[in-house]
C-alpha cells in the first residue's frame, strides 16, 4: 500500500511539473486541525483541506474531528452538504428537535448528501472524524436560534 501511495505521490508531481498546475496531496498525519468556527460548538476540531468554506463560492473539503458524545444541534444548509465518515461512528437524525432515539449511526466509510435546506442533526459516537465537500459558503442554519454557539 505503501509503494502505491508513493508512486501515486510521484505521478502527480511528474504531472504538475508537466503542467504547471498545482497539485494537492494530504497524508493522514499532514492534515492540521484546529478551533472551529464561531458558528460551530467548542470542542470539535476543524481541517480545511481545499478552498475556503466562508467565501462567497467555490469548492471546499473539511474534516471535522470530534470527541465522544460531541453534538451538532438541528439545523439546516442552504446548500448541499456532502458527508463521508472517515473514522469513529456518526449518528444522524432528520427533524427539528434533538432526539437520540431516533438517529441512525453510520460506521467509517458511509457517505450521505444532504439536499439545502433538509433539517438534520448528529452526533459522534465514540471519537469521529467525518468529511465535508460542498459549494461556499459553508453556512448553519439552526432550526432554535439559542443553539447557535456564535451567539452565545
Known amino acids: 500500500m505503501r509503494k502505491i501511495l508513493l508512486a501515486l505521490c510521484a505521478l502527480c508531481m511528474l504531472l504538475s511539473a508537466q503542467t504547471g498546475v498545482k497539485q494537492n496531496i494530504f497524508a493522514a498525519d499532514q492534515i492540521k486541525y484546529g478551533a472551529p468556527p464561531p458558528f460551530i460548538a467548542a470542542g470539535a476540531q476543524v481541517a480545511v483541506l481545499e478552498g475556503d468554506p466562508s467565501a462567497s463560492s467555490g469548492d471546499f473539503t ?33 427533524g427539528d428537535k434533538f432526539d437520540e432515539s431516533k438517529m441512525t449511526s453510520f460506521a467509517p466509510g458511509s457517505f450521505a448528501y444532504l439536499d439545502p435546506e433538509m433539517h438534520h442533526y448528529a452526533m459522534a459516537s465514540g471519537d469521529a472524524v467525518v468529511q465535508v465537500h460542498g459549494m461556499s459558503p459553508l453556512q448553519f442554519n439552526y432550526v432554535n436560534p439559542a443553539d447557535d454557539p456564535s451567539k452565545k
Open 62 to 94: 473539511i474534516r471535522l474531528k470530534m470527541p465522544d458524545g460531541y453534538k451538532i444541534s438541528p439545523h439546516w444548509h442552504p446548500k448541499r452538504e456532502n458527508v463521508t465518515v472517515i473514522s469513529g461512528n456518526f449518528k444522524v437524525g432528520m
